[in-house]
């Protein structure tokens, strides 16, 4: 069964850090395309950042380029999100989720393509 566990969420002052983390079971991470999602209250569902299936392509948006940075730790089938200088705007459910059973290399970080989702961890960002 696959399942996505995610963790690390809590609420941070502007400019401070946080790094999600998010536990993947039933399958090898390794194999698949894996990413950060999140969600605002009255607004869509968005791509922060993916990392495509062996290490391949990795997607940023571009509203946390050069603050936030994935990795994948394939010895205990995890991933994380590495959260810096964060802003209110950055306030919002994150989501985990993988493209299994696909496997894209080369991932844009569209919610369509992943089918397999954690539960989700609040961020908030305030002062």
């Known amino acids: 069964q696959v399942q996505l566990v995610e963790s690390g969420g809590g609420l941070v002052q502007p400019g401070g850090s946080l790094r999600l983390s998010c536990a993947a079971s039933?399958?090898?991470?390794?194999?698949?395309?894996i990413g950060w999602f999140r969600q605002a209250p009255g607004k869509e569902r968005e791509g922060v950042s993916c990392?495509?299936?062996?290490?391949?392509?990795?997607y940023y948006a571009d509203s946390v380029k050069g603050r936030f940075t994935i990795s994948r730790d394939n010895a205990k089938n995890t991933v994380y999100l590495e959260m810096n200088s964060l802003k209110p705007e950055d306030t919002a459910v994150y989501y985990c989720?993988?493209?299994?059973?696909?496997?894209?290399?080369?991932?844009?970080?569209?919610?369509?393509?992943?089918?397999?989702w954690g539960q989700g961890t609040q961020v908030t960002v305030s002062s």
């Open positions: 989720a993988t493209d299994f059973p696909v496997g894209y290399y080369y991932t844009q970080c569209l919610s369509s393509d992943f089918g397999a």
């Open positions: 039933g399958f090898t991470l390794d194999y698949y395309a």
């Open positions: 990392i495509g299936s062996s290490d391949g392509s990795t």
